[in-house]
């Protein structure tokens, strides 16, 4: 039983295509048929069903799936402990983090990093945060840099490194604007459209949920802390588009699309803020991993760095 065959009938278990593992190994699509075909004829056993172009692991490839992990798993970890004999980091280090994240957060984390440890051959996937904990509960990755759910799976272990504060945005020329120039913290800065700040109260937010709103998606932790700020006005949003990348719903907004609730650290001069009394909303923002997997040390590296950068 070889590694290569192993490792491709993992990707194939996890992708559920023979195209997609052939696209990520570089090889051919027949070269990943006949690695599956291989294996099956040593196992004497069939691992995938092809059912309406779909492939399913059958009853004997799911339970030798986890199993071909375990193979997988302790090999990388034989290789780390000899390379850590010699003082060197290396290996393969699999991860993900939220678009918003990797954009804003790691990015000096992910230069140290590489320039510290260049023998590992990291493999960094931008995702949902939703998407990464569920890869990290199926060992697929070894850890998520994400906004940390607020009932996480059981089996994950969650380590908060930023907070993430946000407030609610409107355009500089929203039509409610207008009417409350009056109440604008800085008149100055709203004369010449530059970041401000208004005050609404609850009436006024009844008001403003009156128009668009621009959010994440239903399902995302970002959405269920929103819809839980707003249920408590009982208040029903107007949502008129849906993104679940932030620097896509801060240009929406920017140009007028409709009102959104962002991180504090996307705000610049074309919106303007709005502070309510009762709104906290804050997300946090950490990493994720499993409690019952042991991290390599190129993993452990990353998470010392992450760690160090809050």
Request: net charge neutral.
């Amino acid at each position: 039983m070889d590694i290569p065959s192993i490792e491709t009938f993992l990707s194939v278990a996890q992708k559920q295509s023979f195209s997609l593992t052939a696209e990520s190994l570089y090889l051919t699509q027949p070269a990943i048929s006949k690695r599956i075909a291989s294996l099956e004829m040593e196992l004497n056993c069939k691992l995938f069903d092809r059912i309406k172009k779909k492939i399913i692991l059958t009853e004997a490839g799911r339970l030798f799936l986890p199993r071909a992990q375990n193979i997988i798993d302790e090999l990388k970890a034989g290789k780390n402990s000899l390379a850590e004999m010699g003082g060197i980091v290396s290996g393969e280090l699999a991860m993900a983090t939220s678009h918003h994240i990797g954009l804003h957060h790691l990015p000096p984390v992910l230069k140290q990093y590489v320039n510290e440890y260049p023998q590992v051959n990291l493999k960094l996937d931008f995702m949902n945060s939703e998407s990464a904990c569920l890869a990290v509960k199926n060992a697929e990755i070894e850890l998520a840099v994400i906004t940390l759910p607020n009932e996480p799976a059981s089996c994950l272990n969650l380590v908060k490194i930023w907070s993430d504060p946000m407030t609610i945005a409107i355009n500089n020329e929203h039509p409610l604007l207008e009417s409350f120039a009056e109440r604008s913290i800085d008149k100055k800065a709203h004369k010449n459209k530059v970041a401000k700040e208004i005050v609404f109260n609850q009436k006024d937010l009844q008001q403003l949920t009156q128009y668009p709103a621009i959010l994440p998606e239903i399902g995302t932790y970002t959405r269920e802390l929103l819809d839980e700020y707003f249920s408590k006005f009982d208040i029903e949003l107007q949502v008129k588009l849906s993104n679940n990348f932030l620097e896509t719903i801060k240009m929406m907004v920017s140009v007028g699309l409709g009102w959104s609730v962002l991180p504090q650290t996307l705000i610049d001069n074309t919106m303007t803020t709005i502070k309510t009394p009762g709104f906290t909303a804050s997300r946090s923002l950490g990493i994720a991993t499993h409690k019952n997997r042991t991290l390599s040390p190129a993993a452990q590296k990353m998470f010392n760095l992450i760690t160090k950068s809050e």
